[in-house]
Antibody, heavy 118, light 106 residues
Framework: QVQLVQSEAEVKKPGASVKISCEIS????????IHWVRQAPGQRLEWMGW????????KYSQSFQGRLTITRDTSASTGYMQLNSLRSEDTALYFC???????????WGQGTLVTVSS | DIQMTQSPSTLSASVGDRVTITCRAS??????LAWYQQKPGKVPQVLIY???SLESGVPSRFSGSGSGTEFTLTISSLQPDDFATYYC????????FGQGTKVEIK
């Protein structure tokens, strides 16, 4: 069955970077893009960016331009999201999700909590 | 960037009620609109994709309609399991979520 398993929770200081992994199973990694979405406590879902897992091409939300890098390791069937220059407002639950074409984001990782605190 | 605006932000309803949530796009997005349900502490789940297509396994009381800039999600008869937050999302070329609609028990 399709699964997206994310790395464990992280606690970071302001100004630091965080890198979260998303390992997939149950389908061919390069067949579907991976998106990253975050949700601050009690807040809305916020789209961050995505990677075409076949080509490595990426697209980012303007809100994160310059701070966000999404990569992938096809041999490990894993996607990565790195966010730099963290601030307290980046405290959130970060999700990866599979893009299944016209079916939008059909499978999601369990979420990784990132806490930014001095 | 395309902006997605949902209304209302909160909706109070009773079991058995017909519920409608609206999502408006700041410019035409054709039919590239999905609806998700999220319960507290849970991962979002897609209900509707391409504006009106029901995801496999989703109860038929959920339906979606619209195209261009205005879309609706309708729950024909609200069930106890349906109290949750609902998000619309534009996808395919650009990506953006609405701010969410919380459906509460009246």
């Amino acid at each position: 069955q399709v699964q997206l398993v994310q790395s464990e929770a992280e606690v970071k200081k302001p100004g630091a970077s965080v890198k979260i992994s998303c390992e997939i199973s149950g389908y061919v990694f390069s067949d579907h893009g991976i998106h990253w979405v975050r949700q601050a406590p009690g807040q809305r879902l916020e789209w961050m960016g995505w990677i075409n897992t076949a080509t490595g091409n990426t697209k980012y939300s303007q809100s994160f331009q310059g701070r966000l890098t999404i990569t992938r390791d096809t041999s490990a069937s894993t996607g990565y999201m790195q966010l730099n220059s963290l601030r307290s407002e980046d405290t959130a639950l970060y999700f990866c999700a599979r893009w299944y074409g016209e079916k939008a984001l059909d499978y999601w990782g369990q979420g990784t909590l990132v806490t930014v605190s001095s | 960037d395309i902006q997605m605006t949902q209304s209302p932000s909160t909706l109070s309803a009773s079991v058995g009620d017909r519920v409608t949530i609206t999502c408006r796009a700041s410019q035409s997005i054709s039919v590239w609109l999905a609806w998700y349900q999220q319960k507290p502490g849970k991962v979002p789940q897609v209900l509707i994709y391409k504006a009106s297509s029901l995801e496999s396994g989703v109860p038929s009381r959920f339906s979606g309609s619209g195209s261009g800039t205005e879309f609706t999600l309708t729950i024909s008869s609200l069930q106890p399991d349906d109290f949750a937050t609902y998000y619309c999302q534009h996808y395919n070329t650009n990506w953006a979520f609405g701010q969410g609609t919380k459906v509460e028990i009246k």
